[in-house]
């Protein structure tokens, strides 16, 4: 992530990169790079074709501002994106975005910091990025958090009704997320209906995989619009298929071979963990191909069941985590994928309540209801 300096405040222009220099700065090949264009692409579900036209538009990119608020999180998504010990391509790709306001990052504090965004909102108006992290409460007038002296949702309709565009990043700012847990305290909301009338795109996940903040940006910045969307403004090419559809542990479901019991030789041979209340089967996410760390591992690989947390109404709809998914008649070596989901998602929502029926219902038309979030 691209720290400035306290002498580099916006100044309200777009700033030419040299992309070459700062690869070279920071020791990164340019065949590394070409392979970090490739992944994202991939990730994009571009053909490869597109390929050359995304190292072409990153070279020639102008750099845009981006200001990053926190509001009710624990910072996770802001440590998802810095876990990286050594710099990779990825980091240099947001290093191409001039951060001007990030809390737990930037150097300036106090009033120095409140007039930094406060410049943004002003000389940008219209050009910036802003990133949400953490969800919004709106009880009692939004006093339960509190920024500056100024509530959360003051400062959100202010920094995201004028942005170019707001993508909200971990399921709090999403959807509400754990503080919206029942009995939701501080009522709190997502961003998106915090402030109704901002572009938001939402990259829920507990925390958010930071790849997938790469590839929206990466999107933006080669396209100049975000990217499609599902019915609760996630964008596809991460949220476009079910866990369960590309899970390694999926043979043995088909199978019938399930953990019982934590530890047991099941689940020591890594059999589907479907009968310990892996919620695979109804979550909407690309943890198993993007994965964790580096790509290093992800829940379900490291021997958990999936908790469904990239989903609305999340944590409420999800728990009792160890509760099996309701029993679906039929499914097995002799039942095909298609036939599982809808049979999951039908059962599932009857269990869930009303919740759960929406979710199942907006879910059933996906491939209909995506979207182009803009057109910018
Ligand atoms: S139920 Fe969970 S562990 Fe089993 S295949 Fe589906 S996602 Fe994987």
Known sequence: MGKRSDEETADGAEQLLDLPRLLAERGVSRRDFMKFCTAVSAALALPATFVPRVAQALDDIKRPTLVWLEFQDCAADTEALLRAANPTVAEIVLDILSVDYHETIMAAAGHQAEEALAKVVKEQKGKYI???????????????????????????????????????????????????????????????????????????????????????????????????????????????????????????????????????????KGHCLYHMGCKGPETYHNCPTQRYNEKTSWPVGAGHGCVGCSEPQFWDAMAPFYRRLPQVPGFGIESTADKIGLGLAVTTAVAFGVHGIASAFRHGDKSEGAQEDTDR
Request: net charge neutral; glycine share 12%; hydrophobic share 40%.
């Open 130 to 268: 802003a990133v949400v992290e953490g969800s919004i409460p709106l009880r009692d007038g939004g006093v339960y958090c509190c920024v500056a002296g100024r509530t959360a949702l003051d400062t959100a309709r202010q920094v995201c009704g004028n942005a170019m565009a707001t993508v909200a990043v971990g399921t709090c700012a999403s959807f509400g997320g754990l503080p919206a847990a029942a009995p939701n305290p501080t009522g709190a909301v997502g961003i998106k209906e915090a402030v109704p009338g901002a572009t938001v795109i939402n990259l829920p996940g507990c925390p958010l995989n930071a790849d997938n903040l790469t590839a929206t940006i990466v999107h933006f910045l080669v396209f100049g619009k975000l990217p499609a969307v599902d019915s609760h403004g996630r964008p596809l090419f991460a949220y476009g298929k079910r866990i369960h559809d590309n899970c390694e542990r999926r043979p043995h479901f088909d199978a019938g071979q399930y953990v019982e019991q934590w530890g047991d030789e099941a689940h020591r």
